[in-house]
Antibody, heavy 122, light 107 residues
């Protein structure tokens, strides 16, 4: 059974930094691209960032480019999102999601975690 | 980027009835369209991909159709657990984009 467990969300001040983690199990982690998708309170879904199975290719939404960094440790089956220069509009539940392929710029998100809440105080 | 428009925003339906949700894209996405279901407090679940293929474990009452710029998700006989929010997403163009969602509520 595929499981994705996010952690690291918390209350942080505007301009601050935070690192989210996603522990994956139940599938060959290194064989699939992974993504972060966020959902502001009461709002819809926004794709944030993606990374290929090898970690060699990364993609970012314009809204976070230059501030967020996605990475993965295939030896630990873990996905990360390093967030810096946080803004009030970054407040959201952040979901980790597994892609259907090893590498894809626009992902098909086959499995999602339960999410972790990031709150940026202004 | 591709703009996704879902309609209606909310639909009221009785249990056992059929409902059809619409998703329109601002440019063609071929058949690279997915539908997700989201229950309160949970991450989304993939229902349909490639516009009309049910994901693993999805009941047959869920069906998708369309191509190009017009897509629909049909739930043939609504069960109590189906009264939640549904999103469409295109994965043909970068960046991937989502519709604003349709909430299916009990009439």
């Amino acid at each position: 059974e595929v499981q994705l467990l996010e952690s690291g969300g918390m209350l942080v001040q505007r301009g601050g930094s935070l690192r989210l983690s996603c522990a994956a199990s139940g599938f060959p982690f290194r064989s699939y691209a992974m993504n972060w998708v966020r959902q502001a309170p009461g709002k819809g879904l926004e794709w944030v960032s993606g990374i290929s199975g090898s970690g060699g290719a990364t993609y970012y939404a314009d809204s976070v480019k230059g501030r967020f960094t996605i990475s993965r440790d295939n030896s630990k089956n873990t996905l990360y999102l390093q967030m810096s220069s946080l803004r009030a509009e970054d407040t959201a539940v952040y979901y980790c999601a597994k892609d259907s392929e090893f590498e894809r710029r626009s992902p098909l998100l086959v499995y999602w975690g339960q999410g972790t809440l990031v709150t940026v105080s202004s | 980027e591709v703009v996704m428009t879902q309609s209606p925003a909310t639909v009221s339906v009785s249990p056992g009835e059929r409902v059809t949700l619409s998703c329109r894209t601002s440019q063609t996405v071929s058949s690279n369209l997915a539908w997700y279901q989201q229950k309160p407090g949970q991450g989304p679940r993939l229902l349909i991909y490639d516009a009309s293929t049910r994901a693993t474990g999805i009941p047959a009452r869920f069906s998708g159709s369309g191509s190009g710029t017009e897509f629909t998700l049909t739930i043939s006989s609504l069960q109590s657990e189906d009264f939640v929010v549904y999103y469409c997403q295109q994965y043909n163009n970068w960046p991937a984009t989502f519709g604003g969602g349709t909430k299916v509520e009990i009439k």
